[in-house]
Structure formats: C-alpha cells, structure tokens
C-alpha cells in the first residue's frame, strides 16, 4: 500500500468531520477539481482506509444514560477461549466495544445502558453467565472530557516514551493500566481491537 500524501491526509480529515460533503465541496476544500478528487476518495476505499460512513448518535437521546468500562480476565488465554468470548459478545447491544489487552486483564468493554439497574441486569443475566471468566472489574463513566471521532492527520512522534525490558512503549500508557489497577503489559502478548459501533458516546 503506497503512504498516504498529504492531499489524503486532508481528505480524510474532511471526510471525518462531516462525511456529508458534496464532491464539489471536498474538492473545493482540498484544492482540486472533482473527477481527481473523486478518484481518490474511491482508491481510498477501495484499499481500505475508509472502511464506512456512519451517522454518531447522541446517547442519551436514546435513554442510554450509563456508561461502564468493564474488565475482563478470563480462566484461560488460549485462542478457542479468547475466540468463544469475542463471539458472545458481539451478540449483545449493550456492548459497544470491545478490546483484547494486554497485561493482567484480556478484554476491556465498553457497555451502555438505561440505568444501574439495567446494568446490574446486563451482568446478572449475560456477563457472569458465560463460562470461562475469572474475574470481571467495572468503572463507571462520570462525564466525557474527550471524544474525538477522527484519527490525526499526522501521526505522533517524540513523545516521551519509558524503557520496558528491551521494547518501548509509551510513558502515557501507564495510566490506563493504573486505571484498572494493572500491571505494565506484557511486550510479547499480542493486541487486537474488536470494536462495534452503534452509537457514538
């Protein structure tokens, strides 16, 4: 895959912000006519750097007013475990992401719900239902101070970053171990991302 110039980069921007634009109006924005603009915006997602366009939903607009992240261990890691979790989930509404971590817990979700005691539903009849988990940790979201809805134009370089074993990994990430209260990960796990989503929060 060639690298994205910086006519993509501003594109894709654009795209993000407001996925609605007319193609006269996004080749207006990014200094072109429209059939070269058009052309690109198709390549893009022909090689997979759109993957789709999605309208964001406010959530308590639809009597969602409780955010929990919740984290997972589960007994066992090993792939047929890890595999018949994932597809568990991905059956249930309430959530709406989910991530394989690294460190001491496997999978952190993001779980919606109308209130605590529809939450307390969620775990009772679904969550601690499955086989296979070892211990389950919740926090529950008092108010959004970020959410950004698109990627940066440009990746991040020079950040601070701490020395673990012989690989790196940046400073920042020790607070959203902490958060949970989990180790440093482990460099040699892998790391997937697993995300549904239905509403933007």
């Known amino acids: 895959m060639s690298a994205l110039d910086a006519i993509d980069r501003k594109i894709l921007s654009l795209l993000q912000s407001d996925s609605r634009l007319t193609m006269q109006e996004l080749a207006d924005k990014v200094g072109l006519s429209v059939s070269p603009c058009h052309r690109r915006v198709k390549l893009l997602e022909e090689r997979g750097v759109i993957t789709r366009y999605i309208a964001t939903v406010d959530q308590k607009s639809l009597g969602l007013h409780v955010s929990v992240f919740i984290s997972i261990k589960l007994a066992r890691q090993k792939e047929e475990d890890l595999d018949r979790f994932a597809k568990a989930i991905s059956k249930w509404d309430e959530v709406l992401e989910c991530y394989l971590m690294t460190g001491n817990r496997d999978y952190l979700l ?92």
Not at 133 to 152: D, G, V
Not at 167 to 196: H, K, L, N, T, W
């Open 110 to 201: 993001r779980v919606v719900a109308a209130d605590l005691s529809s939450y307390e539903a969620f775990l009772k009849n679904k969550l601690t239902r499955l086989d296979g988990i070892a211990c389950t940790r919740s926090r529950c979201r008092c108010e959004r101070s970020l959410a950004p809805f698109s990627c940066p134009r440009e990746p991040a370089f020079g950040r601070r970053r701490m020395r673990v074993g012989v690989a790196e990994r940046p400073a920042v990430a020790d607070e959203a171990y902490q958060a949970f209260g989990d180790s440093s990960p482990s460099i040699s796990s892998s790391c997937e991302r697993r995300s549904r989503s239905r509403c933007a929060v």
